[in-house]
């Protein structure tokens, strides 16, 4: 693929959203970027990037157009909403959406780009804004095994551990895979840290030995040091892990599968969103046990 006759353009430009831009822009694509308030893409903007006004401008003239917004709510506009993809897109466009949401949607969207003579792909990644910083994300596809290859030299740029998981939708219940994994590993992280403590334990040096041991994964390398240093700012949103943890209950009740340990992060999670911690990063749930 020749970057340099491929013209991007990128709805969304929040902590990772942005990341993944300057990684496009530094491959020397040209790349077209929209996000409801202009001030967030300020640093693609000064990057390189140019400045869309609306979602119809931003994929007018684009060959592939990614999608990394917020909710399942958001893609539904950003999609099928008046002056949307849909309806200002072209023939022969891909579109990628990015952004963690329901299987249903992402087949709809598949669906609805073949009617119009478009391609779909549903890419949610995981690795937070230290993968989408450091371009090792993992992208989980869903969609035809032909476009999949298609777009990989593209998905290379910012991605490290890309993998085709099958038709349309396929990506996205492999997220809701991993964030089953993510919800329920962050509950034993704090347990952990807050049972060194109470033990008398410096917390840091036992992360020294247990997340280089059978204990070790990504949470505890990378969240806990910062749970511990008190820094809760978003790498990843309270509020949209929520709403990730909702999809997956409401696909697991659809196949008639119980998730108790899922149920049980979901509830904690809610109690922080109501506590008015929806906008810190996933690791502020170690609060919960430092606080009592």
Not at 33 to 40: I, N, S
Not at 44 to 68: K, L, Q, R
Not at 219 to 244: C, I, Q, W
């Amino acid at each position: 693929m020749d970057v340099q006759e491929t013209k991007i353009a990128f709805i969304g430009t929040g902590v990772m959203g942005a990341s993944v831009v300057k990684h496009l822009l530094n491959a020397s694509f040209e790349v077209t970027v929209y996000t409801r308030t202009k001030e967030r893409a300020q640093a693609v903007i000064e990057a390189g990037a140019t400045w869309a006004a609306t979602v119809g401008a931003a994929v007018a003239n684009a060959d592939v157009v990614f999608t990394m917004v917020g909710y399942p709510s958001d893609v539904e506009e950003v999609y099928f909403g008046e002056g949307g993809i849909f309806a200002s897109g072209k023939e022969g466009q891909t579109v990628i959406d990015m952004t963690t949401s329901s299987p249903a949607l992402a087949k709809r969207i598949a669906e609805r780009a073949m009617e119009l003579n478009m391609s779909a792909l549903d890419a949610p990644v995981s690795g937070g804004d230290i993968g989408a910083q450091n371009g090792t994300l993992s992208i989980m596809c869903g969609g035809t095994e032909e476009q999949f290859t298609n777009m990989l030299p593209i998905l290379s740029m910012f991605g490290k551990q890309i993998v085709y998981q099958g038709a349309a939708g396929a990506g996205q219940h492999t997220k809701m895979c991993n964030q089953i994994i993510i919800a329920t590993s962050m509950i034993g992280v704090c347990e952990s840290l807050a049972y060194a403590e109470k033990a008398g334990l410096d917390p840091n040096i036992v992360l020294q030995s247990i997340a280089s041991g059978a204990a070790g994964s990504w949470t505890l390398s990378n969240l806990a040091p910062r749970m511990l240093a008190g820094d809760f700012e978003p790498g990843f949103y309270v509020k949209h892990f929520l709403k990730d943890m909702n999809i997956a209950l409401e696909e697991a009740k659809a196949m008639n599968l119980e998730l108790p340990g899922l149920e049980l992060a979901q509830q904690m999670y809610d109690k922080l969103v109501q506590s008015g911690f929806e906008d810190k990063g996933t690791q502020v749930l170690y609060q919960q046990y430092t606080q009592k």
